[in-house]
């Protein structure tokens, strides 16, 4: 029995206008075609702790001087309490200065032919973020193919700071290019945080 083919038909028409269809827009009265654009985001949880290294004297072993040392010891400090040759002082303290802190860091950059592209609005839509810095760096204007259509690419960073530090994951959230509806679930469930980087002893 003979095998037939697959057939494959092809329609060629007209791509409907709409906002999904942004980054694919030919008409020049929308300022021609995206090339790139990516849009990265980065979440900074400070909480302010510092590692301070405690220092303390040893006998040297000449003429009775002392050395300062920041290393545990079996031994006690002269004059300090005494202590077993098991137990060892720690060498560093951690102390917390100040409240936590979060910082969204939003690195982006866009590519268009024919005119430069949009650039995404540093104000955001949450008023618990707040507008700290904004960092523009436009590129040299190169050529297409052709030798004569303009290509244009910006990138940039927008940095914010949340006024309720809270647990990082609740506020981490999926970018988009404006040319996409806001119809997708963006929001991180803190609920898919399972995983353990450090295992249990």
């Known amino acids: 029995m ?17 906002d999904n269809l942004g980054q694919f827009e030919p008409n020049l009265r929308a300022g021609g075609i995206f ?4 849009i990265q985001s980065y979440y900074e949880a400070d909480q302010h702790v510092y590692m301070i ?36 002082r720690p060498s560093t303290a951690f102390v917390q200065l100040a409240a936590p802190t979060l910082l969204w860091i939003v690195d982006w ?49 927008f940095v914010y700071g949340h006024r309720h530090a809270t647990d990082t994951v609740n506020h981490l959230r999926f970018p988009r290019p404006p040319w996409l509806q ?3 679930v963006r929001r991180y469930d803190p609920e898919l945080q399972t995983g353990r980087l450090i295992d249990e002893p």
């Open 182 to 184: 806001d119809t997708f």
């Open 53 to 88: 290294p405690l220092a303390g004297t040893l006998p040297a072993p000449v003429r009775g001087e002392s050395v300062l040392s920041t290393q545990p010891r079996a031994q006690p400090f002269p004059g300090s309490d005494t202590l077993t040759s098991t137990q060892q």
């Open 109 to 157: 950059t866009a590519q268009r032919l024919g005119s430069p592209p949009i650039t995404p609005s540093p104000e955001p839509e949450d008023p618990n973020w707040v507008l700290l810095d904004e960092h523009y760096n436009p590129t040299m204007i190169t050529v297409a193919v052709d030798g004569r259509t303009p290509l244009y690419r910006l990138t940039g960073t």
């Open 2 to 18: 003979p095998v037939v083919p697959p057939q494959l038909s092809l329609l060629v028409g007209r791509i409907p206008q709409g």
């Open 35 to 38: 090339t790139d654009y990516m």
